[in-house]
DNA sequence: TCATTATTTAACGGTATTGTTAAATACAGT
DNA sequence: ACTGTATTTAACAATACCGTTAAATAATGA
């Protein structure tokens, strides 16, 4: 079980992040597909695609010559979960700031 | 407004994202009190707060000579708004997880 | 086994990140 | 203005990260 902070390096990479996003809209996908997400070398996105491996943010399953990707739902729940763990702390203050946009608002 | 990987970026670091978690558990702190958190020089955590600062996951308050920090509640939610715009993908793939380890639970 | 397709590993160079110490800046009190 | 306290900026070295091309590995089918 990857630490948080991990998660985070993994997901910090704009390449790394947009093959995340993609595989959790289009679900399972071939290392040779998500190189379309970006323009770059097959190298590169395999070893993209290593590092959040490592990081326990995708699997990998075997599909003839095929490596098939997907996200593990429990890293993005992770990081739900630390968001949650603080949720008091932001949740109020940006009920405030609503209540004074909103008295903004209203005031015009 | 930090695109979201850049969060991601400030927090992939131990140190920093030890502060932050200081910071949404005390509350604003001053960055010498922050030290304490980190095994590390006065310079060293004055720059991660710089890049905390930029990613816009911290602000600051001058308070004489000290500078005190606390977290945005912002960037928080954006974090939190992130895992719920694909909330469906993994709930329910931890939901069927779950059930899994209480159907085995039941079966002993 | 040989050829083909899909992907990864290795080696390399450029750039970015991180910590250290020394110097600079900011502010308060005398 | 001068001193002390708090923090940041500058300069430097060590390491890590990222993309490229070339070579290696994996799996399938003729």
Same mark, same amino acid.
């Given at each position: 079980?990857?630490?948080?902070?991990?998660?985070?390096?993994?997901?910090?990479?704009?390449?790394?992040?947009?093959?995340?996003?993609?595989?959790?809209?289009?679900?399972?996908?071939?290392?040779?597909?998500?190189?379309?997400?970006?323009?770059?070398?097959?190298?590169? !996105? %395999?070893?993209?695609?290593?590092?959040?491996?490592?990081?326990?943010?995708? @699997? /990998?399953?075997?599909? $003839?010559?095929?490596?098939?990707?997907?996200?593990?739902?429990?890293?993005?729940?992770?990081?739900?979960?630390?968001? !949650? %763990?603080?949720?008091?702390?932001?949740?109020?203050?940006?009920?405030?700031? @609503? /209540?004074?946009?909103? $008295?903004?608002?209203?005031?015009?």
């Amino acid at each position: 079980m990857p630490s948080l902070n991990k998660t985070f390096a993994a997901l910090s990479d704009p390449t790394r992040f947009a093959i995340v996003n993609q595989l959790l809209v289009d679900g399972e996908t071939s290392a040779g597909s998500l190189q379309q997400v970006a323009d770059m070398s097959g190298p590169a !996105i %395999s070893r993209h695609l290593k590092i959040l491996r490592n990081a326990g943010v995708v @699997e /990998q399953r075997i599909d $003839a010559q095929r490596r098939m990707y997907r996200v593990r739902p429990q890293a993005i729940m992770a990081v739900h979960n630390w968001t !949650i %763990s603080h949720q008091e702390f932001w949740q109020s203050s940006v009920d405030r700031l @609503e /209540q004074v946009l909103l $008295a903004e608002k209203e005031r015009k």
